[in-house]
């Protein structure tokens, strides 16, 4: 069989990893999944969808003989799991993560690789990943072998890399689904600031204006426009941390745009407001393919 | 046969007035629906979804016999077309409108009543309406008559209002599955510059800051946010400026809060911030009846 990796480990099998885990033993692209948990009860439910073939709780047993570690937690676990991965990882094994933030994490395990006297392309290498796709939900009860079906999937290599990691990475993500982009981290970081983490923040901020007997005053848009706030705020909390710059920059952009709205709304120059009102219409109806009326 | 209303006219059947006519003959609320349309082709729509049983494109033809006028047009031209029609309405009408703004419609018609030289109660009678339901999608090809089932209706009455009048339209939006909750129109404006018009505008600005090449960078998030800014510009702008100061005063709560965001981004207070994104989601989910995990 032609695996692209022999033994794969996973580190935090959830909605995310779960998802990686079934598509990667639906399409044979490895011989063995040991998914990597901190409850047991995690790691049945990853086992019972068939997600990993078995799993551990000790990061040692789990990582030792992988070939590709993809560490799929949360983004404020991504570099203590890896960072605790490090002194057991075999020879030239690909580290990878989905994490929502690049730049945080691929400084984090630089500094942590040199500090341990290790030198990243001898014994391993690492190449940031974000796989673009996933919903409000979590847990390997809501993993699908699809879920990377026609998603956009950003990684960040470095200089440092190599170009068979680069391909092999690339290949398992083109054939998982998803289309394969490749960025700076700090390029990454910035325009997921504005298309992911700002739309976060605003989900936020106008569910928490809104009064509690003033919700029912809405036909469906509000419920649209704060579907995302359903999220964990904890996870918020830590992308937000590794973004913060790039996140603070979005939000004055886009309190800029709306301080526009608002001086026009003021001194009723309503060609200009409509003027920006349809613009704003005919972009978003272009990318989602929608026809103007 | 026990109608509310026999001869009801609807200027506008389209989305929100075609409903209303399926409704209301579904339900054998009234004896006899006229549609008033400006296009002889939405008098035809709405006559072959059988919202309407005949329909003219003649304000007075249109009128002059109807017990109920409903003003069911974008909120520009509400005005407009009552207006023309007063010359015209019979003695004891009740005149009403499905309009997301009241207090400008009502000054309008107040002015236009006065000027006329009729006295309002004398000949007819006009209660303000807005059924908070709808898509932005247009046109009576996508009434259906039970739109309106478990939505909000909020009538304005004011004190120179009949109970009759008001008892007959609170018992016509109920049977079409209305909640009906009445308000002053200052009240009703307030609150949906909050719940819809801020909501409106901010769709609007975050699709304009998106630039045409970063709208893939989204796992749906933007998607959502952004699916009413689908919605027709003209509204919108007409919207706006009968809400000018509502809707300013609105914005400026949303950029507050946002600012609040970015500072405590900005000073690394991350349990304040913890605090606003949890404080978001509880209430966003207690609406919605979502449990918190």
Redesign the interface.
Known sequence: MNYIFNTCAIIGPGLIGGSIGLGLKKLNLVERIIGIGRRQESINAAVNIGAIDSGTMDIRNGVQDADIVIAATPVSLITQNLKSAIPYLKKGALITDVGSTKSFILQELKDATLNSGAKTNDCFEFIGAHP????ENKGAEYAESDLFVN??C?LTPTESNSKSGIDKLTKMWKLLGAKVISMRPEEHDA??A???H?????????????E?E?????????????????????L??DI??QN?SN??N??????K???R??SN??S?N?DQ??E??????K??????N?KN?
Chains 1, 2 share one sequence.
């Open positions: 673009i796709a996933g919903s998603s956009i950003v325009i997921l504005r298309t992911s700002l739309p976060q923040v605003l989900a936020y901020a106008i569910a928490n204006i809104i509690n003033q919700w029912k005053f809405s036909a469906g848009g509000l419920k649209d426009l704060t579907r995302i706030a359903a999220s964990d705020p904890n918020w909390i937000c941390g913060r996140i603070i979005s939000i004055d952009l886009f309190i745009e709306l301080s709205i608002s709304l003021s009723c309503d407001l409509k920006i009102f349809a613009n704003a219409r972009h978003r109806n272009a990318y989602y929608i009326d």
